[in-house]
Nanobody, 117 residues
């Protein structure tokens, strides 16, 4: 059974950095089209970053060059390196990807990021 598991969250002071990782297990080949989303208190689920299978990346406007998404196809993981964190970045971060079998979009359970001022 395919599972995505996030790690690397925690608490950091404003201006600090964190690197989130998402590992896929139970897959028969590397996942594709990885993405990170977050749920901020009082807001809906929002897009953070995406890494397409062709290597193209997309970031939400609020990222403003602070975050970098990358992948390791050998380990079937994706990372989100976050710098210059702000208190408003506090929330639950989720990864997703298209994995198989069967080929469909899967979500991790999320991991908490807390940025204190």
């Amino acid at each position: 059974q395919v599972q995505l598991v996030e790690s690397g969250g925690g608490s950091v002071e404003a201006g600090g950095s964190l690197t989130l990782s998402c590992a896929a297990s139970g897959t028969t080949e590397p996942c594709i089209n990885w993405g990170w989303y977050r749920r901020i208190p009082g807001k809906d689920h929002e897009f953070v970053a995406m890494l397409m299978n062709d290597g193209n990346t997309q970031y939400a406007t609020f990222v403003n060059g602070r975050f970098t998404i990358s992948r390791d196809n050998v380990k079937n993981t994706v990372s989100l390196h976050m710098t210059l964190l702000k208190p408003e970045d506090t929330g639950m971060y989720f990864c997703n990807a298209y994995c198989s079998p069967p080929l469909r979009q899967y979500w991790g359970r999320g991991i908490q990021v807390t940025v204190s001022s």
